[in-house]
């Protein structure tokens, strides 16, 4: 066994030159590099999709502002949510699956490495075909324009009539490659983890990050694929002169909203069960106990998956439906509000009894508890139809669901990094530049998207460039644009901390957290082929039963 | 460009021309220098387009409610608060009751808690709990929707369609034979005796969508789909509200006023609005521009040859407080300024620019503004 | 390096998962069955609402002919199939090939039929809705057909050149799943375009 192992290069190895390096990384199908180059992808994204937040905001700051032109406004939010959710939040929660799985199951690797090397790929390319629009797009407005029709890109605006030239078309191609990329991941993801789970760890032994990025690979499945077929639809309108949201030949524009949304919540379970994985992983660690409720939590996220593909229509309340579809589709969104709310509820009862430990990580987990529970009430409230038909398309709206990616998602996305840096470097990061990171963030978060509440509760619609003096929205607007300036330097702080770390770091050893799964038995970072002996476990914890051999879970689970 | 109106115009129109048709590569002193005295330069550059007309106690508020609509969901609404805020202070206390009490001690003795791996009770009493909640949350919720899209035609409501625009909104009024744009008309309902206005809503481009948040929920206007909403507002006042789905460049200025009238000045305004333009003598240069020129391509004046439907109907432009939708107040500038460069006041907006020789330009509009 | 718990060894020998390649092939059919769905449900809801133009009733005539041949293609694969797992790799080869030629077919009747109702019906895919929604969800799965045979053209040559073996069955029978599946799509395809929607 020994002679057939590759020797690996050490992460800090530089003495190969560049070109060699480069290769490496650009061929490689090891799901460790390949989870590192989807995390990179999307750290270069968030910025630059913050940056686009940024001009909003400034532009917003006062009323009739001149910041930017209307016509770049709207190409600011398009590409802003666009590239957030299709260019960051995947990619990255799937750069940490890809990462993790292979370590937490007991394998050598994901199903499929070339698979996954493709999908990565074509997510890349997706991304920069998408880019390329705000030189190559061009339109009547001058040479280069992204689109700006709505991350939802609703129809008939995306018509040809309504928006020349390509840009759109950027949107829709872009999309659809990174799509392929999305589903060849969720494909591998869902054979990994059935297929390739190491002796004795049966469904209801694998780590929860592993069932719940089987339940959202298993969405992503179902769910990405009614977008690719509604921007198939949209090309064939575009392109071929179809008629399928073309309302003069007697096309739907609801139907288009039907497909988009169709995809476009469950999309939103695809992005935040990932991040209840990496929450059910660090606060057992941190609290010192065991999940609370496993099977429960089990339960609860299988009946989210489900669930979740019966309430799309909820973005949709203002459209004209009748009124047994209004509410049927506020009672399936309320009974979707049970099984997360059971959640929130077992992690508290992890930590109940815990001695709770607050370094980064948890802290960035303990913040996600708080914002994911005011984001789940203030969804409660637009589940109520006639409360949406308020609220739908405004501020409010805004302000919740960036409370979920933002407070929700990206809170945890912070702590796993913390979390898991030691393993993937070999080193540890700094804590006290982690604890300016999550104060400075927690600030500006709350200064933004507490108070973007209120403008909606007034009246403000989403997607203005500007708006009326005199409707008591300037405040706000102006309180909300003074938090980015925190949550800039947070993010500052945080890329800080990670380059400095990863070069100066101390050396982190295979376990710094004293944590109980599989990955934590391996070298910081893990040598190429994972593990020389694949693992054989009894429990959910298969590390605490080795570090105390007269109390093993295996006895009680 | 000189005009007769004034350099501060002048001033205002070049400096905004030079942000919208400059390339991106425009001086960041200049936009710095800009920003910083915004407010200030702004208001004086722009104090003919944005005069003082609104009430500023013109808050679009939901809850001010001020038709039955608005009021149900208003109610709905602090019922959901309310809820939602219990909730929030049980499961917040929890939290930080948790936070607090089960942190790891200085003194810790490093034992491992014991491991508690569940409890069914505690589940089902936590699954049990939310669904009751969720049942009288939607029977609740229930009951408001068919409340507000069930609700019957009285024979005396008032009947409008709804029209919207690329960013404009068009209304008629088909029983009394109105035609008109972006300011609604209704008038007050005594709820002993109601006159709601039924609104049929339709789209001639893109989706749009209706809201004037104190007389009810917003209902989208989408193109081959026929919606339908309804308001009783119970005192007279202007409402204002915008358009609210992202229609295209001008989304943020397709603005909403809707004006209660008291019956008296209701009926008023309909005999109004239901004559044919007024013929002046004093305007018959600017009228033959008028009719002469492409604006009749877009615009329609009941009683001449201008019949266009694809901008607004201006046989009683000067009825009307505003124009561009709301962008900019009805004045003699303004108007003016609107036909020269629409680019100023609303950039992006489908009026072109008229490119008029000056004379021209002042008959035109001094035509526009007989139009009663 | 890693650790791990005594275990007796009779567990580790029946620790069997299902095979990789089946499962990622059940879960890229799911997801196409999701694309097709959607094309399916614009179709249903299409019925009916063009403006203009021809009308399926008008212009479409039941493809018999290659639906029979589609169809049988999935006994032929199966055949084929079988006999690779008992070592017959002859036997495969002939019936893997008759497996193309059916599909070949197949995508040459839908070519003729197309060619005849753009050029002699004039119905293309920007008449109206029925052309809109007819040649997507038959292109759509046209589409997959053509990859199909390409995949089933490239295991041939692989055959004709001695490098296809006994031992390969598992990953030809995983490869005869799309092939059903797609066999399943026309069914459902047939279905809605040339009895319901007719």
Known sequence: ?557 | MKTAIGPDIVEGQTMLQEIYHDSPRQDHKRKIRWTAILLAGYLLAARPVFGNSEDPSQVPNMFKPQSTPAHSIFHLSLFVLAICAVIFVIVFSLLTYSVIKFRRRANDDGREPPPIYGSNQIELAWTVIPVLIVLVLFLATARVIHGIQQAKKPAEAIEVIAIGHQFWWEFRYPALGVLTANELHVPVSDPSHPTPTFITLLSADTDHSFWVPRLAGKTDLIPNHENHMWIDPDEPGIFIGQCAQYCGTQHAKMLLRVYVDSPEQFKKWVQEQSKPAQVSESAKEGRRIFETTACINCHAVSGTVADGRFGPDLTHLMSRDTIASGAATNTFENLRLWIHDPETIKPGSLMPAMNLNQKDLDAVTAYLETLR | MSTTSSVPSSMEQSWVLPSRGRVGMLSLIAAELAIFTIFVVAYLFYIGKSVTGPLPKDVLELPIFASICLLSSSLTIHAAVSALRNGRVRTFAIWWFATMVLGLIFLGETAREWHHLIFEKGLTISTNLFGTTYYSLVGLHAFHVTVGLICIAVAMILALLGKLKQEHSERADIFSLYWHFVDVVWIVVFTVVYIIGR
């Not at chain 1, 129809?155 to 078309?169: E, K, N, Q, V």
């Not at chain 1, 769910?223 to 073309?246: C, E, N």
């Not at chain 1, 089990?298 to 209004?326: E, K, L, P, R």
């Not at chain 1, 476990?537 to 570090?547: A, G, H, Y």
């Open chain 1, 1 to 557: 066994m020994a002679s057939e192992t590759i020797a690996l290069t050490a992460a800090h190895d530089v003495s190969q030159p560049i070109g060699t390096i480069l290769h490496d990384w650009v061929t490689t199908v090891d799901h460790k590099k390949l989870g590192i180059l989807y995390i990179l992808y999307a750290l270069v994204f968030l910025v630059i999709g913050g940056i686009e937040a940024t001009i909003m905001r400034i532009q917003l700051i006062v009323p009739h502002n001149h910041f930017v032109s209307p016509q770049v406004f709207n190409r600011m939010f398009t590409m802003h949510g666009t590239t957030m959710i299709f260019f960051v939040a995947m990619p990255i929660l799937f750069g940490f699956g890809n990462y993790l799985i292979p370590l937490m199951i007991g394998a050598r690797d994901m199903a499929f490495p070339r698979l996954n090397a493709w999908s990565f790929w074509l997510t890349a390319f997706g991304g920069l075909l998408l880019y390329f629009s705000f030189v190559g797009g061009n339109g009547l407005y001058g040479a280069g324009t992204a689109p700006d029709v709505g991350w939802f890109a609703y129809a008939p605006l995306t018509a040809t009539a309504f928006s020349m030239g390509h840009s759109t078309d950027f949107w829709t191609l872009g999309l659809l490659v990174s799509g392929f990329g999305s589903i060849g991941t969720a494909v591998n993801i869902l054979a990994t983890i059935v297929c390739l789970r190491c002796p004795g760890m049966t469904l209801g032994k694998m780590p929860l990050f592993a069932w719940l990025n089987l339940v959202m690979a298993a969405m992503v499945l179902l769910a990405i694929s009614p977008l690719t077929a509604a921007q198939i639809m949209l090309s064939l309108d575009r392109f071929l002169g179809a008629h399928f949201f073309d309302t003069q030949a007697g096309g739907s524009a609801v139907m288009w909203m039907h497909f988009f949304w169709i995809f476009g919540h469950p999309e939103v379970y695809v992005l935040v069960i990932p991040a209840f994985a990496f929450a059910s992983e660090i606060i057992p660690v941190f609290s010192r106990k065991p999940i609370f409720g496993y099977p429960v939590m089990v339960a609860a996220t299988v009946c989210i998956g489900f669930v979740g593909f019966s309430v799309w229509a909820h973005h949709m309340f203002t459209v004209g439906m009748n009124s047994y579809a209004n509410s049927f589709f506020t009672i399936t969104t309320m009974a979707i509000g049970v099984p997360t709310g059971i959640k929130i509820f077992n992690w508290i009862g992890t930590m109940w009894g815990g001695k709770i430990i607050f370094k980064t990580p948890m802290l960035f987990c303990i913040a996600f508890l708080f914002q994911f529970l005011i984001a789940g009430l203030t969804g409660i409230m637009l589940s109520a139809a006639p409360f949406d038909w308020q609220l739908g398309n405004s501020y409010f709206v805004v302000a919740h669901f960036h409370y979920v990616i933002v407070g929700g998602i990206l809170f945890t996305l912070f702590g796993a990094f913390y979390y898991w840096f030691p393993k993937m470097s070999g080193r540890m990061y700094n804590e006290t530049l982690g604890r300016w990171h999550f104060w400075l963030f927690f600030i500006g978060f709350h200064l933004t998207f507490d108070f973007m509440h209120v403008p909606g509760l007034l009246g403000m619609p989403r997607r203005i460039y500007t708006y009326e003096p005199g409707r008591g929205w300037e405040i706000w607007n102006l309180i909300c644009t003074v938090g980015v300036v925190f949550q800039i330097a947070g993010t500052f702080v945080f890329i800080g901390n990670l380059l400095w770390s990863y070069f100066k770091g101390k050396a982190a050893g295979n376990d710094p957290w004293d944590a109980w799964t599989l990955e934590w038995s391996t070298s910081s970072p893990p040598v190429e082929y994972n593990f020389a002996r694949i693992p054989v476990v009894k429990s959910r914890r298969p590390l605490w039963d080795i570090k105390h051999p007269e109390d093993p879970d295996w006895k009680y689970e």
